[in-house]
Nanobody, 121 residues
Framework: QVQLVESGGGLVQAGGSLRLSCAAS????????MAWFRQAPGKEREFVSVVTWIGTNTYADSVKGRFTISRDNAKNTVYLQMNSLKPEDTDVYYC???????????????WGQGTQVTVSS
């Protein structure tokens, strides 16, 4: 089992920045690809970004150039730096751990509880 706890969400004005953190405990953190997804009420969960244990990453087109994913294997933590935020980035953001660097949410075995990000216009 891997336990994931997100933090760092909040309310920010459009154009602002937030940094989300996801602290992992349990099995060896470096074994897993770590991803961020987001979901609005009534909508499907959407892939945001993923990073492998060696730092290879993938981004959704909607966040490329604005968001940066990183991980600190010594601290068992993955981060999502979000810059130039837009109102359409408003969602609950979830951290996930899985065996492969994939964009499909059903390939991830472990999920955090989510953190709310709200971007005002």
């Amino acid at each position: 089992q891997v336990q994931l706890v997100e933090s760092g969400g909040g309310l920010v004005q459009a154009g602002g920045s937030l940094r989300l953190s996801c602290a992992a405990s349990g099995r060896t953190f470096s074994n897993y690809a770590m991803a961020w997804f987001r979901q609005a009420p009534g909508k499907e969960r959407e892939f945001v970004s993923v990073v492998t244990w060696i730092g290879t990453n993938t981004y959704a087109d909607s966040v490329k150039g604005r968001f940066t994913i990183s991980r600190d294997n010594a601290k068992n933590t993955v981060y999502l730096q979000m810059n130039s935020l837009k109102p359409e980035d408003t969602d609950v953001y979830y951290c996930a751990a899985g065996a492969r660097r994939r964009v499909d949410d059903d390939t991830y075995n472990f999920w955090g509880q989510g953190t709310q990000v709200t971007v005002s216009s």
